[in-house]
């Protein structure tokens, strides 16, 4: 069964900086197209970041561009989001995501992991 564990999340003030990783297993991620989904409550999930297959291309949400850069090990099947100058409308489950061959910016998903919590106090 493929498991998509994601880490790293947590309490922090407005402007400081996580990085949250997402272990993949019985999925190898480079046949897949990656990326960062968040949740707020009472919103829908969306779109943080998305990175091809070999990390050739990324994408982001207008909403997190210049602070946020997501990245991948293919070697260690992680995928990562460095998230930097971080504001109080940042809290939210972020959930990783994987999209076999193709990007998973659109929500059109192959596999969810569970999440992780991060919270930024102002």
């Known amino acids: 069964q493929v498991q998509l564990v994601e880490s790293g999340g947590g309490l922090v003030q407005a402007g400081d900086s996580l990085r949250l990783s997402c272990a993949a297993s019985?999925?190898?991620?480079?046949?897949?197209?990656m990326g960062w989904f968040r949740q707020a409550p009472g919103k829908d999930r969306e779109f943080v970041a998305a990175i091809s297959r070999l990390g050739v291309t990324t994408a982001y949400a207008d909403s997190v561009k210049g602070r946020f850069t997501i990245s991948r090990d293919n070697a260690k099947n992680t995928l990562y989001l460095q998230m930097n100058d971080l504001k109080p409308e940042d809290t939210a489950v972020y959930y990783c995501a994987a999209k076999y061959y193709t990007s998973p910016a659109s929500g059109q998903v192959d596999h969810w992991g569970r999440g992780t919590q991060v919270t930024v106090s102002s």
């Open positions: 019985r999925l190898t991620v480079s046949q897949y197209g």
